[in-house]
């Protein structure tokens, strides 16, 4: 990535400072730009202040910029928050900052990216594939993001590659917080096959290879980066003749 220049969209902290981290560490020039600077200085990162919901403020940052080859769109999140618990303003303002905010990106990174034959990598979510309770307008907001990118893909080719990261379970500085503890993040680590969470790290790999020329004939695609997925739950919750007998008979699928 020696002598290219990427911006990482809320590149501050957890897995956008390790995507960041990865871009830095295989030379590339890295801007992160969120609302807020990081708690400590990410070495090889610069920083700059931006609020993606302000478009204004997106685009005359973006034309700012004396090259761009790689728009890593990571920002996103939201709280615990049952449908019905809250108004539809709310739900709205996950939507925004997990769905529009990196449609306000791309366009406004478009003409840079058009010009070095850049790439796009979106940070999805399992949560966009799958019921997501509790974060419901997130996981509408990461399906939509999946869709998003894949229409980009085409509309945008040749020129520029875009591609969706689906990230799983991610053991970042507020991890704990999440899953109630050191133990609830063990005990929610063994439900992943390969019996741990990912660490920002492992996304910043995956971003990359995405962004290189590695990667120079993969666009539309959605990588997969959650360590096997999720156990079903069928698995664990069906009897099989084996407890009784010792011969298994798995319930059939249809």
């Known amino acids: 990535m020696r002598g290219r220049t990427v911006v990482v969209t809320g590149g501050t902290q957890g897995v956008g400072a390790g995507i960041a981290r990865a871009f ?3 030379g590339a020039q890295v801007l992160a730009c969120a609302r807020r600077p990081p708690e ?3 070495d ?3 920083f700059i202040p931006l609020d993606l919901r302000d478009p204004p403020a997106v685009r005359a940052f973006f034309e700012g910029l004396p090259r761009l080859d790689v728009l890593v769109n990571n920002a996103g999140g939201t709280p615990y928050r049952l449908l019905a618990d809250a108004g539809a303003e709310r739900h709205a303002r996950v939507i925004e900052l997990n769905l529009v905010t990196p449609l306000t990106a791309s366009l406004a990174a478009y003409q840079h990216l058009r010009r070095s034959s850049g790439s796009i990598v979106m940070v999805g979510s399992v949560s966009g594939a799958r019921p997501s309770p509790g974060s419901a307008a997130y996981g509408a907001a ?3 993001l999946a869709n998003l990118a894949a229409s980009m893909a085409v509309e ?3 020129e520029i590659r875009v591609n969706t990261l689906v990230v799983g379970l991610v053991r970042t500085e507020l991890a704990h917080l999440h899953y109630g ?3 609830g993040v063990r005990a929610v680590s063994r439900t992943v096959p390969l019996g741990r969470l990912a660490v ?3 996304v910043g790999a995956a971003a990359v290879f995405l962004a290189s020329d590695a990667a120079a004939y993969i666009s539309g695609a959605s990588l997969q980066v959650h360590g096997g997925g999720e156990r079903p739950a069928f698995l664990d919750a069906a009897t099989t003749e084996e407890d009784v007998t ?3 008979t798995a319930p059939e699928e249809g």
Do not use: F, H, N, R
């Open 24 to 26: 830095a560490e295989a």
């Open 40 to 42: 400590q200085p990410l």
């Open 44 to 46: 090889g990162v610069g």
């Open 142 to 144: 990461k399906a939509g």
């Open 156 to 158: 945008w080719a040749p």
């Open 181 to 183: 503890g050191p133990d």
């Open 200 to 202: 920002p790290a492992d």
């Open 246 to 248: 010792g011969t298994s």
